[in-house]
Every structure is written in structure tokens, then in C-alpha cells.
Antibody, heavy 119, light 107 residues
Framework: EVQLLESGGGLVQPGGSLRLSCAAS????????MSWVRQAPGKGLEWVSA????????YYADSVEGRFTISRDNSKSTLYLQMNSLGAEDTAVYFC????????????WGQGILVTVSS | DIQMTQSPSSLSASEGDRVTITCRAS??????LAWYQQKPGKVPKLLIY???TLQSGVPSRFSGSGSGTDFTLTISSLQPEDVATYYC?????????FGPGTKVDIK
């Protein structure tokens, strides 16, 4: 059974940093690209970033380019999102999502972790 | 970047009704269009990819069609468990932009 478990969320001050983790199990982690997708309170889904199975290719939404860094440790089956220079607009539930076949469709999602940026 | 729009933004229909949601891309995306269902308080679920291919386990009352810039998601007979927000998404190349969503509820 595929499981994705996010951690690392919480309250952070504007301008601060946070690192999210997503522990994966139930599939061969290194074989699949992964993404982060976020959802601001009461709003729709926003794709944030993607990384290839090997970690050699990464992609970002314009809204986070230069502030967020996606990475992965295939030996630990864990996905990361380093978030810097956070602003109120980054307040959201962050989901990690397994890519179906490195095409940015997502067949499994974590339960999500809330990040709140506020003073 | 390609923008995705959906209509209507919300709808209310009776159980058993046929429901259609439209998604439009600002540029042609061939058939690289997916649909997701997000029930209240739950995680999004992949329903359809490649415009019309049902993900494993999705009920056959859901169907998708379209190519290029115009796409539709149809629920042939609306059930109470279909109350959710439905999102389209363009994929294949970054960014994997989602539409704004269509909220479906039961009259």
C-alpha cells in the first residue's frame, strides 16, 4: 500500500524558513518523480514543484522559483521541500504527491501538512 | 504559461442528473488533461488522465472528453458521494497548472 506522510509544517514568521519532509513507502521510491502541491485555506490546488526519480531534474512554479528547493533522498525514500523567504501568500496545506509516470499527474497523495506564515 | 479555466464555478443538481463540467486551456494541450475529485476535508483523487482514460477504480459514471483547448468531465448519474470539488489539470510539461475548480453539490 502506497503511503506518503508529510511532516515539518507549522507556524513561521514572515521572512522565515521551513523544511517539509515526505516519507514514502509501498513503492520503489527512486522509480517515480514526486511533486509538492499546495492549497491555501478555502482555495484551489496549486502545483509547486516537481523532481525526477533520480533527483537530477527539478521544476518550480513561478510563485516559488528562487525561494523553494525540492530535493529527495532515495536511500531514505524521503522527499523534501526547503522553503525560504516565506510570506503570507505561502500559507497553505502542502501535499506531497507521487507522479503517475513522470508526467505531472498524481495517483497518490499524502494527507497534507499545514504551513502558516504569520507574525 | 498556459492558463486553465473551468465553468461553472459551482452547480447544484439532483441525484441521478447528468452533470457536465467544462475546462478550457489558454493554448492547445493535445489530450494532456487530467481531472481530480476532492471531497470536503479529503485529499484530491485522480479520476481521469489523457482527457478520457479512467484511473483504476473510478466508477464508470465518470467520463471525460476533449482535445486541444476544450475539455469536459461528465457524471452520467449524480450520486450523493459525488459531492466534491472537481479540478482539471494540464500536465506533461511544467507547470502542472490546475483549473480553479467546480464545486458540485446535491439539491
Amino acid at each position: 500500500e502506497v503511503q506518503l506522510l508529510e511532516s515539518g509544517g507549522g507556524l513561521v514568521q514572515p521572512g522565515g524558513s521551513l523544511r517539509l519532509s515526505c516519507a514514502a513507502s509501498g513503492f520503489i521510491f527512486s522509480n517515480y518523480a514526486m511533486s509538492w502541491v499546495r492549497q491555501a485555506p478555502g482555495k484551489g490546488l496549486e502545483w509547486v514543484s516537481a523532481i525526477s526519480g533520480s533527483g537530477s531534474s527539478t521544476y518550480y512554479a513561478d510563485s516559488v522559483e528562487g525561494r523553494f528547493t525540492i530535493s529527495r533522498d532515495n536511500s531514505k525514500s524521503t522527499l523534501y521541500l526547503q522553503m525560504n523567504s516565506l510570506g503570507a501568500e505561502d500559507t497553505a496545506v502542502y501535499f506531497c504527491a507521487k507522479d503517475r509516470q513522470w508526467d505531472l499527474t498524481f495517483d497518490f497523495w499524502g494527507q497534507g501538512i499545514l504551513v502558516t506564515v504569520s507574525s | 504559461d498556459i492558463q486553465m479555466t473551468q465553468s461553472p464555478s459551482s452547480l447544484s443538481a439532483s441525484e441521478g442528473d447528468r452533470v457536465t463540467i467544462t475546462c478550457r486551456a489558454s493554448q492547445g494541450i493535445s489530450n494532456f488533461l487530467a481531472w481530480y475529485q476532492q471531497k470536503p476535508g479529503k485529499v484530491p483523487k485522480l479520476l481521469i488522465y489523457a482527457s478520457s482514460t479512467l484511473q483504476s477504480g473510478v466508477p464508470s459514471r465518470f467520463s471525460g472528453s476533449g482535445s486541444g483547448t476544450d475539455f469536459t468531465l461528465t457524471i452520467s448519474s449524480l450520486q450523493p458521494e459525488d459531492v466534491a470539488t472537481y479540478y482539471c489539470q494540464k500536465y506533461k510539461s511544467a507547470p502542472g497548472t490546475f483549473g480553479p475548480g467546480t464545486k458540485v453539490d446535491i439539491k
